[in-house]
């Protein structure tokens, strides 16, 4: 079967590799160069956790991602996912502490509840409430994000895929599956369209608003270093008020990032004037959290770059087919990276008519159309 994908970001060429690995004979194009740095996929890092609050339905995806991410280090022979653990802290009856448990107990996920005295006992750099809960997530680690990019795509083509870089896609007729790009037609059974933030571009209708956000680093204060090393603060998820803070510790040679869940300066933006764009409020809500949860960093980000992703009103991804010959993979409302893997086989599966290893119904990619025509 002959397969399109479109855009080689993180899920692209996750699908890709997935649809070559299954015997699919695929062509791949990417607008820039895969790898590059004005998407959603792009950086050092991004974090891996099991132990999923937006959906109890992620667990199994993340579970089978760590499965194939292990899989790609070994075809790559990249070191792609360093298990840390990681703990999600707040008060007790915090969203994020209650929707953490409640994603535990309804899927049996390997975690355990700290009170604070613990927490204090274990992550001495973070500065918490007498209030504070932490709920364990041992499997949460770092994945390295523009290595995985690569690696999988490079696993693509040994696979067999031809992957076209600095090719946009400007049209797909899902109808016939037919892909126009730089003036000429191409056609395929089937067409997968994982164009991160562009993906309403080219399929409109999918209720995807493009979301600039950004990526900050934080340097720790003299003599702080250990205490903030990837081996010490791990992977962390911190509720301060009414807003949420995730980071990582610092990996060797590198910063400490974090950023938060949502923040005023998130707003949509036309994908393709992301880079070089700013925001006078850029970097100022994380550095209030950071200075209040974690005061051995210097407050003030040493790096403030801009990134963005899909979002929808619900938070949910977009998986699945939209058509005879059409899946698409959007919307990954900046929880995605983790279940790259996953997802790129899961539209694989899709694309190729084979029944999905992990379902996602709460991802259907026709709800938003779905809920316009029942509202028109
Ligand atoms: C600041 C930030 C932090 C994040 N942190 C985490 C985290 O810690 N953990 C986690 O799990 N997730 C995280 N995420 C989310 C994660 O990074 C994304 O879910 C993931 O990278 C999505 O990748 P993608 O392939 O959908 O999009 P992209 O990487 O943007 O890929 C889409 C590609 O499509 C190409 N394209 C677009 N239009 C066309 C066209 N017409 N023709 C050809 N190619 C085209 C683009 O050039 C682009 O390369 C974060 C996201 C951001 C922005």
């Given at each position: 079967m002959r397969v399109a994908v479109i855009g080689l970001g993180a899920w692209g060429s996750m699908t890709a590799w997935r649809l070559a690995e299954a015997g699919a004979d695929v062509v791949g194009y990417e607008a820039g160069v895969i790898g590059h740095d004005g998407g959603s996929s792009h950086g050092a890092t991004r974090l891996y956790r099991r132990l999923c609050v937006e959906h109890a339905g992620l667990v199994p995806l993340a579970e089978r991602s760590a499965a194939l991410w292990r899989e790609l280090e070994r075809v790559s022979g990249e070191p792609l996912l360093t298990v840390t653990g990681g703990v999600s802290i707040g008060p007790a009856d915090s969203a994020l502490v209650r929707d953490s448990l409640a994603v535990a107990a309804a899927t049996d996920v390997e975690h355990a509840l700290l009170d604070a005295d613990a927490i204090r006992a274990r992550w001495p750099m973070l500065r918490i409430g007498d209030d504070a809960v932490g709920v364990v997530d041992p499997a949460a680690g770092i994945l390295a994000a523009e290595p995985s990019v690569l690696a999988a795509a490079a696993a693509a083509r040994?696979?067999?895929?031809?992957l076209h870089e600095r090719a946009r896609v400007d049209a797909t007729d899902a109808a016939d599956g037919i892909v126009r790009v730089d003036g000429r037609e191409e056609?395929?059974?089937q067409v997968v369209v994982t164009a991160g933030a562009w993906t309403g571009a080219l399929v409109p209708g999918l209720g995807v608003t493009p979301t600039r956000t950004l990526v900050t680093w934080f340097a720790p204060r003299p003599g702080q270093e250990a205490q903030h090393a990837a081996e010490a603060l791990g992977v962390v998820v911190v509720a301060v008020g009414d807003a949420w803070m995730w980071g990582h510790g610092a990996q060797p040679g590198g910063l400490v990032k974090l950023g938060p869940a949502d923040d005023p300066a998130f707003v949509p933006i036309e994908p393709d004037d992301l880079l070089g764009s700013s925001d006078p409020r850029d970097g100022a809500l994380v550095s209030r959290l950071a200075a209040t949860a974690l005061p051995g960093l210097d407050p003030?980000?040493?790096?403030v770059r801009p990134c963005m992703y899909g979002r929808t009103t619900d938070h949910q991804f977009v998986l699945g087919r939209v058509g005879e010959r059409l899946t698409v993979g959007g919307g990954c409302n900046g929880h995605g990276f983790k279940h790259a893997?996953?997802?790129?086989?899961?539209?694989?599966?899709?694309?190729l008519g084979a029944e999905p290893t992990v379902p996602l119904p709460f991802a259907d990619a026709t709800r938003f159309q779905a809920a316009a025509t029942a509202t028109a």
């Open positions: 040994h696979a067999g895929a031809t056609r395929f059974d003030t980000p040493t790096d893997a996953a997802i790129g086989e899961h539209l694989a599966e899709v694309a």
